[in-house]
T-cell receptor
């Protein structure tokens, strides 16, 4: 069964600190992996998309890594800000016949406190 | 502004009633999707459409119906057959299928449906 597991479920950090969120997946065949940020009560917004050949991708203070061999990804947030408080969702896309579907993780809820 | 718009933001439904959620996009995207989000769960696909006048069931289509008469519009009807309709509904669109390399899926701001 195709699954995406994220950890931790929730995280509280002080403003200015760094943090790393984890994503493990069993989706196969793999096409790409995405990280989204979702503010409470809003739609998800894309942070990064990586294909199997990409190891790392940055978007400002957000850096995503991908190890397609171990099927693991991480999202590193540098110098956190209060506005980073949100849920971060890892999403994996299938390739091939099932290619119109995305498999979503349950998300990591990040709270940045002053 | 280009984007994807969902309305209304909040919707209340009495048991036994059908309700329709609106989703409009001006991004000229071919594909559109409806997802349901429940607390503590990942998004689940209800229906998707790759082209006008065609749509496919997702993982949890029972109790829902859609139409795709125009490229820009993909309304979702929550019927009385949906036993647990209270949820946050998200519409998305993309240029092509989401399998395509680096094809982005853009989401609307969601509609929160509550059964009263």
């Amino acid at each position: 069964k195709n699954q995406v597991e994220q950890s931790p479920q929730s995280l509280i950090i002080l403003e200015g600190k760094n943090c790393t969120l984890q994503c493990n997946y069993t989706v196969s065949p793999f096409s790409n992996l995405r990280w989204y940020k979702q503010d409470t009560g809003r739609g998800p917004v894309s942070l990064t998309i990586m294909t199997f050949s990409e190891n790392t991708k940055s978007n400002g203070r957000y850096t995503a890594t991908l190890d397609a061999d171990t099927k693991q990804s991480s999202l590193h947030i540098t110098a956190s800000q209060l506005s980073d408080s949100a849920s971060y969702i890892c999403v994996v896309s299938l390739s091939g016949a099932g290619s119109y579907q995305l498999t979503f993780g349950k998300g990591t809820k990040l709270s940045v406190i002053p | 502004d280009g984007g994807i718009t969902q309305s209304p933001k909040y919707l209340f439904r009495k048991e036994g009633q059908n309700v329709t959620l609106s989703c409009e996009q001006n991004l000229n995207h071919d594909a559109m999707y409806w997802y349901r989000q429940d607390p503590g769960q990942g998004l689940r696909l209800i229906y998707y459409s790759q082209i006008v006048n065609d749509f496919q069931k997702g993982d949890i289509a029972e109790g829902y119906s859609v139409s795709r008469e125009k490229k820009e519009s993909f309304p979702l009807t929550v019927t009385s057959a949906q036993k647990n309709p209270t949820a946050f509904y998200l519409c998305a669109s993309s240029i092509g299928g989401t399998h395509a390399r680096n094809t982005e899926a853009f989401f609307g701001q969601g509609t929160r449906l509550t059964v009263v």
